[in-house]
């Protein structure tokens, strides 16, 4: 199988545990730099390869782009500007493994690695200074390598199907800028209909849990603005979504599926101030050569 999928997620407004903030809270917490809203874009291509009917490999590179505005106040002076960054993300390294099948469930088991190819070293101009070190937020890599174990299950019985995945993003090691970023655990549990044989709709609550980094970069001030505060990254989000998907079977397009997923959160606490999700979006293109 080869994929490809666009995903957009949008930050607005600030957060303290599940609190909102207004900018002068904010700045009132002691930061001159305020972060008010993120767009994040990410384009994922990917492959998958199934050597025999047990074990299938794949491999997922994603592109980023990101952009953040940010408000400061006194003593910089009151003022409004962007910073933004892009590049290549870190690449996932996956084997699936098949611990269970029958005519209607399936369990796998995902063994992955996280590899660092993407760059923690971005700079753009700020008021402040010319090409100054991005906070994490804006970094497309983590630097580390990191495991990617997850169990996946789903089962279908003639239009229904069903499943729940858990998984994790463990990171190594400190990475060379002297930090680590924090343990990721998500899952998801879903449904799904197919009224027609090319119509497919789903709805999904998904979990995400993130701790806070081990470390910092030397080079970061984390009391000039909270996205440079490796101790402000923690969180935990449930969000919900719907789905559809559109296939093509027994025409040219056989073979060939398109997916849009929507979703928004229901909850989220963080340790703030943080900005807080307001929503996400997903394009997918995926094709299986048929036999």
Known sequence: M??????????????????????????????????????MHMHMVGAMYAPIDELTVALMLPLMHMSMHHQAGMPLGAMAFDTSSAGVGDMRATALIRLFEDPNHQLLLGAGLVLPSGSTHVRDDTPMANQVRLPYPMRPGGGSVAGNPSFTYTGHADIVSWGAQASAVLPMHRNEDGYRLGFRYGGSVWGGLQPLPWLGASVRVAGLGRENMSGADGDLNPAMVPTADGQLQALFRLDALVGFTLSAPGTILEGHQLSVEAGTPLYQNVTGPQLAQLGTLMVGWQWTPVP
């Open 2 to 39: 080869i994929s490809y999928r666009y995903m957009y997620s949008r930050m607005e407004g600030n957060l303290s545990g599940d609190t909102p903030l207004e900018p002068a809270d904010v700045r009132g917490a002691g930061y001159m730099v305020v972060p008010t809203d993120m767009d």
